[in-house]
């Protein structure tokens, strides 16, 4: 069984769409990441949450600890958007980069 | 805006050989960690390494991996004796300290392994 469940797989967009990609967890945890992988491979954090919601420029990154669920959204979707959205989650216990991560979404912006 | 760099970005080894991964994490930051994606696969955590000692590893970490500080700015990850399944990105991270609470990680840009 995955510890965290990211839906969904794919998603094609249109530019301008407002999109939404989801995470579930099954283990309690202390933070929730979420990264950007760029087509040629390499990795960028973009949010790290522990409570409530986050804003950065267009992307906003919200969770529930009741209901281990995250979402990550994008408002007016752009191209450059398109990419692999990964969250990742840290346990309790253990060394800071013990991470827990998910397959990815993704994520295919047309204009 | 400083960041993480690996070196070298692709790298192609026999089978048996042994590999060095290097990478040089953001200067003031005191935590670092290696991961590895296999094609197609998610990403999965290798080891952490924390005042020159290795804080927590994962089931993969075995006894082919090693983790080195040599010098104030370098880290690397040595693969002893490469195997066909090591072929993966591995992708270095490093993170600053704090009193409390979970760090930001910031990654490199990887280092794709390729062994023949």
């Known amino acids: 069984k995955n510890e965290v469940e990211q839906s969904p797989q794919n998603l094609t967009a249109q530019e301008g769409e407002f999109i939404t990609i989801n995470c579930s967890y099954s283990?309690?945890?202390?933070?929730l990441h979420w990264l950007q992988q760029h087509p040629g491979g390499g990795i960028v954090s973009l949010f790290m949450l522990s409570s409530g919601k986050k804003k950065h420029g267009r992307l906003i990154a919200t969770i529930n600890i009741q209901e281990k669920h995250s979402s990550l959204h994008i408002t007016a979707s752009h191209p450059r958007d398109s990419a692999v959205y990964i969250c990742?989650?840290?346990?309790?216990?253990?060394?800071?980069?013990?991470?827990?991560f998910g397959k990815g979404t993704k994520l295919s912006v047309k204009p | 805006e400083p960041e993480v760099t690996q070196t070298p970005s692709h790298q192609v080894t026999q089978m048996g050989q042994e590999v060095i991964l290097r990478c040089v994490p953001i200067?003031?930051?005191?935590?670092f960690y290696w991961y590895r994606q296999i094609l197609g696969q998610k990403v999965e955590f290798l080891v952490s390494f924390y005042n020159n000692e290795i804080s927590e590893k994962s089931e993969i970490f075995d006894d082919q991996f090693s983790v080195e500080r040599p010098d104030g700015s370098n880290f690397t990850l040595k693969i002893r004796s490469t195997k066909l399944e090591d072929s993966a990105m591995y992708f270095c991270?490093?993170?600053?300290?704090?009193?409390?609470?979970?760090?930001?990680?910031?990654f490199g840009p990887g280092t794709r392994l390729t062994v023949t």
């Open positions: 990742a989650v840290k346990g309790y216990g253990g060394s800071q980069g013990n991470l827990i």
């Open positions: 283990v309690g945890i202390s933070a």
């Open positions: 991270a490093s993170s600053e300290w704090r009193l409390a609470g979970t760090y930001e990680q910031y």
């Open positions: 200067s003031n930051h005191l935590y």
